[in-house]
């Protein structure tokens, strides 16, 4: 049998037993990685993100807090009411705003969430930080940092039919390009599905959690306006525009008015 052949076979099986599929949306990803390693990097690097930057405290850094709570619960609830309560277990979730004029946020593997004081401008209140933090919560939920060092693993032939056998310093350097980490700026490289994906399970977190989902078009479209002849913000960078999305937000709208009526908001 030609070698060719073999690694077809062992590359269909690796993405059969390894094939992950998103509670929320339904799509499905090859996530063979180890989360107990990417989230224990994480936490590493959310570390020393935290000693190299200024982390506010005081009523804004409250609301942060507050609403990362509210979808953090959201989320728990929902992935109980499915029998998938186990997938959150081990998430330590740390809702932080740092001083910073980037306008972005993200969420780590494992629930580690950081806001840039720059973004605070465009979401106006708690209900646009429940826009943005739905979104970066959702890549964390849906696996994607798993997602892209899988991916970076198949391509370096570093995976096997378990999915375990590797080097912990392998993972490490792959994780690095998948989370490169500067003084204050953490870029996470997610791919353009993925961005969709965080797009719609986002807008259906926010809403489990309370907040009115229709919002998402008016923050979208201040988000478009605030990169209007000048640098595209980090958070937009490999994201569809915000002009284009609204399209996406109007397709899955009905969906996550639903949830929105079922967290008792008014339609």
């Not at 070698?3 to 339904?26: D, E, Q, Y």
């Not at 994480?42 to 982390?55: F, M």
């Not at 993925?194 to 926010?206: K, P, S, V």
Request: glycine residues 10%.
């Amino acid at each position: 049998m030609k070698i060719t052949h073999l690694l077809g076979i062992g590359a269909t099986v690796l993405s059969v037993a390894a094939c992950t599929t998103n509670p929320i949306t339904g799509r499905s990803s090859l996530q063979i990685a180890n989360n107990s390693e990417i989230e224990a990097m994480a936490l590493q690097q959310y570390k020393q993100t935290l000693t190299k930057s200024k982390v506010i405290t005081g009523s804004q850094a409250q609301s942060v807090k507050n609403v990362g709570n509210r979808i953090k619960n959201a989320a728990e609830k929902y992935y109980a009411s499915i029998g998938r309560g186990a997938d959150l277990a081990n998430y330590q979730w740390e809702f932080n705003l740092l001083q910073d004029s980037q306008i972005n946020a993200w969420c780590m593997p494992g629930g580690k969430v950081a806001v840039y004081s720059g973004i605070l401008p465009i979401t106006k209140d708690d209900t646009g930080l429940a826009v943005v933090m739905g979104h970066e919560v959702s890549h964390a939920l849906a696996g994607h940092g798993n997602e892209r060092i899988s991916q970076s693993m198949i391509a370096q032939g570093l995976g096997t039919a378990s999915g375990l056998a590797i080097k912990n310093e392998k993972t490490a350097a792959i994780f690095q390009s998948v989370y490169p980490i500067g003084s204050q700026v953490v870029l996470l490289k997610y791919g353009r599905n993925q961005e969709l994906e965080a797009d719609q399970m986002g807008l259906y977190l926010m809403s489990m959690a309370g907040y009115d989902p229709r919002q998402a078009i008016p923050f979208w479209n201040r988000m478009d306006s605030s990169s209007s002849g000048a640098r595209q913000p980090e958070f937009l960078s490999t994201h569809p525009s915000p002009g284009s999305r609204v399209g996406d937000i109007q397709k899955n709208l009905p969906k996550a008015l639903e949830y929105y009526r079922a967290a008792g908001g008014k339609v």
